[in-house]
């Protein structure tokens, strides 16, 4: 299992993703799920993904020939987001198809797109096994695969699309040590990409190892707020006594 966290805001994207592919007792695999595509100097695309491992190298790989190829259809003639989310569906499903039809086995895999092409506005794309899409709004700024869960609540609590870029890198990263608390299916290396808009040639790329002092840093302050934050809860026994009794039956 794995978990990647994409965010739509008013300045650009904030892009988070672990790096856990496998977690039994004596054997933990890591795979890099966050990938910056070779595109124009026209747009920046990143591609996550969750699901079958072999399934999303087989997008990425795909997506990287028709580039090197020089294919009139690939990510880099498109001149909307929404025709790359359709494109990389394509591929998905054509992939998962194949080793369906072969195997009997259904290798699923959900994408998140996330980018900007000159001219228009920066945004987060999902994309299904199925091959369809969903997108950011104002009222839900961000898209989450994998075990999105545990890391959710934070997430519906601070975020807005006014939120600042290094605001919602924070809040990507408490939502993912909260999920890491809950789920070790999910671990690091954890990367951040940070995307302000209309920058299309220098995002900021964080990675951050399991005793990365600033990892370990964003833990214990949240821990260390909620529990004061619970400690400050008022007590039961200082309110008023509930009316009626209890009905045995």
Not at 28 to 42: L, W
Not at 184 to 198: H, M
Request: proline content about 5%.
């Amino acid at each position: 299992m794995t978990y990647c966290i994409g965010v739509s805001l008013d300045a650009g994207l904030v892009l988070t993703s672990d790096s856990r592919t496998n977690a039994g007792i004596d054997n933990v695999s890591t795979y890099s799920k966050m990938h910056r595509c070779i595109t124009n100097q026209d747009r920046c695309l990143v591609i996550m993904s969750a699901g079958n491992l072999a399934t999303t190298q087989g997008v990425i790989q795909q997506v990287r020939r028709d580039i090197q190829e020089g294919k009139p259809h690939n990510i880099n003639t498109m001149g909307y987001l929404a025709d790359v989310a359709d494109y990389l569906g394509e591929i998905l499903v054509n992939l998962i198809r194949k080793h369906t039809e072969t195997t009997g086995f259904v290798p699923d895999a959900t994408l998140i797109l996330g980018g900007q092409i000159r001219g228009r506005d920066p945004n987060i794309y999902m994309v299904y096994p199925q091959g369809n899409y969903i997108t950011t709004s104002e009222e839900t700024p961000y898209l989450q695969i994998g075990e999105s869960k545990y890391g959710k609540p934070v997430l519906d609590r601070f975020l807005t699309r006014s939120t600042s870029l290094e605001d919602a890198a924070i809040c990507s990263l408490i939502s993912m040590d909260s999920t890491m608390k809950s789920n070790a299916s999910v671990g690091p290396p954890i990367e951040v990409l940070i995307y302000q808009r209309d920058h299309f040639d220098s995002p900021r790329h964080y990675k951050f190892e399991a005793e990365d002092p600033y990892l370990i840093s964003i833990r214990h302050e949240w821990a260390n707020h909620l529990n004061n934050a619970f400690r400050a809860m008022p007590r039961l026994e200082s309110h008023a006594h509930p009316n009626g009794s209890l009905h045995i039956f």
